[in-house]
């Protein structure tokens, strides 16, 4: 039972969902039929156990029981009933959940009131409204999509009563919807640039909208929109990365701190991630001086929480350039404590166990602890995140160990990243990732050895390459 999808589903329930759940299981009007006291008892049995459902669980001979006690087992009874109280389960998360935007009660009503043709009482619910939205400091895209309805509605009063300033409410709504439109588009532009650094994405309809973004932007007021004017900052980081420095920086950290009550969390989340990652791309791109920079980034968003997603959970993504970036800058005891505290809340691998032990055995091997790394490192899995780390990782420690293994762990690289490369890695990566081996042979070559000049040249030849994995450290061994 407890490999189910009813459980599945219901383990994904919270208290308080559970609390309505059951009174939604017990309405008639929602839990009917020949089956409906039969799945009532069920889920009375089951709701003891949600929404953890610890092992051993709920079983379907215990059910049974608990549904019709002193009776003979019938196989397959339990299963029907589990079948329907499943989709009673998925009826009310479909009732439940919001995946867009809703509007409130008063303008419900008195769109109703409109329609029914009793601008009297529409009139003082639109009022209050246009009141209370004057009020609010966060000017996201709900408030205005909001605002849009609000304004439209008036609009259709004014329309109504044959009043000549209709058209006045009409230009308000028209300035709002922009306002929306560029704010849920900038998030979602921002989201596919951005991701597809990463990995290959079409995004040629999403260029073409991109275009449109400058001279949308330009017939608006930033200066009275903080909300919208740092999103059109990040979108100019993640669109021209090149064409932002040190300054740009300094410049969307002060507009954070001093905005911090008009933002919403989220768009802080946000832009913190295109600070992070545009400083990430700068000291990919050779430009040391941005280490510090990020890692004052993370230390701050570990403390304030916005790293992670709800307050609890971390993107791999996240965590991995937090490890990095500290261990680059030598915050050893750091990088322990935050890897601690984030071990259980990791999301976005297929195994996080795994993607934790990578980075522990990427901080033991900075310590020079190469064997306890090597046992970390040993159950890795050919998964593209973890996988592709866990290769360099291995012959980091192979070559500064002058193993015997690393002729042969160099060639299994090379496969992995070429087998990868052709449908699973962007450009960028791969190339980083080739150039990186190549130059690791060059530098196991048996003219490499003891030679200054040959190593000189390829020192040089290497901080000439804009793309490559692993820099520092090939610089670092170059100079050996």
């Known amino acids: 039972m407890v490999d189910s999808s009813l459980i599945e589903t219901l383990s994904k329930f919270q208290p308080a969902e559970l609390e309505r759940f059951h009174k939604f299981v017990q309405s008639p009007y929602f839990n009917d039929g020949s089956y409906a006291r039969d799945v009532t008892a069920l889920w009375d049995y089951l709701r003891p156990f949600a929404p953890a459902f610890s092992t051993p669980g709920p079983q379907v001979e215990g059910a049974y029981v608990f549904i019709y006690p002193a009776k003979n087992f019938v196989k397959g009874k339990v299963e029907v009933l589990m079948s329907k109280l499943h989709q009673l389960a998925k009826q009310f998360a479909a009732q439940h959940t919001d995946i867009g935007f809703t509007m409130p009660e008063p303008l419900r009503l008195a769109a109703f009131f409109i329609d029914r043709n009793l601008p009297n009482r529409a009139e003082p619910l639109l009022e209050k409204l246009r009141t209370e939205q004057s009020k609010r400091s966060v000017h996201d895209a709900a408030y205005w999509v909001e605002y849009a309805c609000t304004e439209w509605q008036t609009h259709q009063l004014d329309t109504l009563r044959h009043n000549n300033h209709a058209h006045e409410s009409l230009n308000e709504t028209i300035r709002a919807l922009h306002h929306g439109y560029l704010l849920m588009a900038l998030d979602l532009l921002n989201n596919l640039f951005f991701s597809s650094r990463k990995s290959n994405i079409d995004d040629s309809f999403a260029e073409l909208v991109a275009e449109g973004i400058p001279a949308a932007i330009a017939i608006t ?260």
Not at 275 to 284: A, F, I, K, Q
Not at 323 to 351: M, S, Y
């Open 221 to 480: 007021d930033l200066g009275e929109e903080p909300v919208l004017r740092l999103l059109t900052k990040g979108f100019e980081f993640v669109r021209r990365p090149e064409q932002h420095g040190q300054a740009s920086i300094e410049q969307v950290l002060d507009d954070l701190e001093r905005h911090a009550d008009q933002l919403p969390r989220d768009v802080s989340r946000t832009l913190f991630t295109y600070l992070r990652n545009h400083c990430t791309w700068r000291y990919n791109h050779g430009e040391t001086a941005y280490a510090p920079i990020l890692m004052t980034l993370f230390k701050s968003g570990l403390e304030s929480g916005l790293l992670f997603e709800d307050g609890k959970q971390i993107q791999a993504s996240t965590l991995l350039n937090l490890v990095q970036t500290g261990l680059v800058c030598r915050e050893f005891d750091w990088v322990k404590q935050a890897l601690e505290r984030c071990r259980d809340q990791i999301v976005g691998v297929p195994n996080p166990v795994e993607f934790f032990h990578y980075n522990l055995a990427n901080y033991h091997y900075h310590l020079g602890a190469y064997d306890t790394a090597l046992d970390l490192l040993r159950d890795s899995s050919d998964n593209l995140f973890s996988g592709l780390m866990a290769r360099k990782l291995e012959l980091k420690i192979y070559y500064e160990t002058d193993s015997p293994l690393l002729d042969s762990k160099m060639d299994n690289f090379k496969l992995f990243i070429f087998r990868q490369g052709k449908k699973n890695l962007t450009e960028n990566v791969f190339q980083m990732n080739n150039t990186f081996i190549d130059l690791l042979r060059r530098m196991t070559a048996s003219d490499m050895v003891a030679n200054r000049s040959k190593a000189e040249k390829l020192r040089k030849q290497l901080e000439e390459m804009p793309l490559v994995a692993e820099r520092k450290w090939l610089l670092e061994m170059l100079g050996r």
